[in-house]
């Protein structure tokens, strides 16, 4: 089907109450692998590419995002393309013509005088060109000399009327916020404050977004989207599915020369992790309720 829209797939979401799975593309097999667990689940789905990601392959944008919207239009569910953690201007200046819909622009590491007003000029920019903007807001730096922390950052926390006046002095389409998610987490230990969730959700006039939820448990997944959370960001759970599944092959095949063998376990194994996260945040797990409680 046609490439989707992020903010079609959002607004979707937030009409019928539910999650929005969206998760981070490294490699062909990564993209190939969302799109098939998206499938099985039912689930609309975002492939995210960072900029870290585009940094791996030499900064060429092109190239992946390409590919990645051609996996994306092949799907049977509906799947956009989100340009994710952006810093470089010229990048996020890319993203229209190489098929993205939206991005987050990540300017959490500027004092918040300069965040805002960095923000405010790639919303303006963005929407002059059809992008939806995300961005993130975590602690806001300037209280007895503390210094700002993105919304992925361990001990960080959003509080709620400031997160009420950055969307509006930026406006922004969406906001990443910290309540208890870190990135990278190995294990899913994550304990996240489901209450300031629910203050957040009711002070703050666009979709919520959970940055770092590979380390969030599954109920706690589903209580965070019952207490308002819409856009769901995983990245690391496909790693920790893809590099097991090779390291088991390889030992199972000493002798084994050829990519794809490893490579195909590698995207099934992601595949089946994608279709469980994407039930739960969803609402389509087995015993899960179908709609939050926002």
């Given at each position: 089907m046609p490439l989707a829209r992020t903010s079609d797939l959002l607004a979707a979401a937030v009409a019928?109450?539910?999650?929005?799975?969206?998760?981070?593309?490294?490699?062909?097999?990564?993209?190939e692998a969302i799109a098939a667990g998206a499938e099985a689940a039912g689930t609309p789905v975002v492939l995210q590419l960072s900029q870290n990601a585009i940094a791996y392959r030499g900064g060429r944008l092109l190239p992946i995002a390409r590919a990645c919207a051609e996996v994306a239009a092949a799907a049977r569910v509906p799947v956009s393309l989100h340009l994710d953690h952006v810093e470089d201007p010229d990048l996020l200046r890319a993203a229209p013509g190489a098929g993205?819909?939206?991005?987050?622009?990540?300017a959490s590491a500027l004092p918040h005088d300069e965040n805002v007003k960095a923000t405010a000029e790639a919303t303006a920019w963005a929407h002059r060109h059809g992008l939806h903007l995300e961005a993130e807001l975590g602690r806001v730096g300037g209280k007895n000399g503390e210094p700002p922390l993105g919304a992925h950052a361990p001990g960080?926390?959003?509080?709620?009327?400031?997160?009420?006046?950055?969307v509006a002095e930026t406006g922004v389409d969406a906001l990443a916020v910290?309540?208890?998610s870190s990135h990278?987490?190995?294990?899913?230990?994550?304990a996240l404050d489901h209450a300031l969730i629910r203050e957040l959700a009711a002070a703050v006039p666009v979709p919520l977004v959970l940055h770092g939820s590979s380390g969030v448990p599954d109920d706690a997944l589903a209580a965070a989207v019952g207490a308002g959370m819409v856009k769901v960001n995983?990245?690391?759970?496909?790693?920790?599915?893809?590099?097991?599944?090779?390291r088991a092959h390889l030992a199972a095949h000493p002798a084994a020369t050829d990519p794809r063998a490893y490579l195909a376990a590698a995207r099934d194994a992601m595949a089946a992790t994608v279709e469980h996260l994407a039930r739960v945040v969803s609402g389509r797990a087995p015993g899960s309720a179908t709609s939050g409680s926002r």
């Amino acid at each position: 089907m046609p490439l989707a829209r992020t903010s079609d797939l959002l607004a979707a979401a937030v009409a019928e109450r539910r999650g929005l799975p969206a998760f981070n593309v490294i490699t062909l097999e990564h993209a190939e692998a969302i799109a098939a667990g998206a499938e099985a689940a039912g689930t609309p789905v975002v492939l995210q590419l960072s900029q870290n990601a585009i940094a791996y392959r030499g900064g060429r944008l092109l190239p992946i995002a390409r590919a990645c919207a051609e996996v994306a239009a092949a799907a049977r569910v509906p799947v956009s393309l989100h340009l994710d953690h952006v810093e470089d201007p010229d990048l996020l200046r890319a993203a229209p013509g190489a098929g993205f819909s939206s991005a987050m622009f990540d300017a959490s590491a500027l004092p918040h005088d300069e965040n805002v007003k960095a923000t405010a000029e790639a919303t303006a920019w963005a929407h002059r060109h059809g992008l939806h903007l995300e961005a993130e807001l975590g602690r806001v730096g300037g209280k007895n000399g503390e210094p700002p922390l993105g919304a992925h950052a361990p001990g960080a926390r959003t509080d709620p009327a400031e997160a009420a006046r950055y969307v509006a002095e930026t406006g922004v389409d969406a906001l990443a916020v910290a309540v208890g998610s870190s990135h990278a987490m190995t294990t899913r230990t994550a304990a996240l404050d489901h209450a300031l969730i629910r203050e957040l959700a009711a002070a703050v006039p666009v979709p919520l977004v959970l940055h770092g939820s590979s380390g969030v448990p599954d109920d706690a997944l589903a209580a965070a989207v019952g207490a308002g959370m819409v856009k769901v960001n995983i990245g690391t759970a496909l790693n920790l599915a893809c590099t097991p599944a090779v390291r088991a092959h390889l030992a199972a095949h000493p002798a084994a020369t050829d990519p794809r063998a490893y490579l195909a376990a590698a995207r099934d194994a992601m595949a089946a992790t994608v279709e469980h996260l994407a039930r739960v945040v969803s609402g389509r797990a087995p015993g899960s309720a179908t709609s939050g409680s926002r």
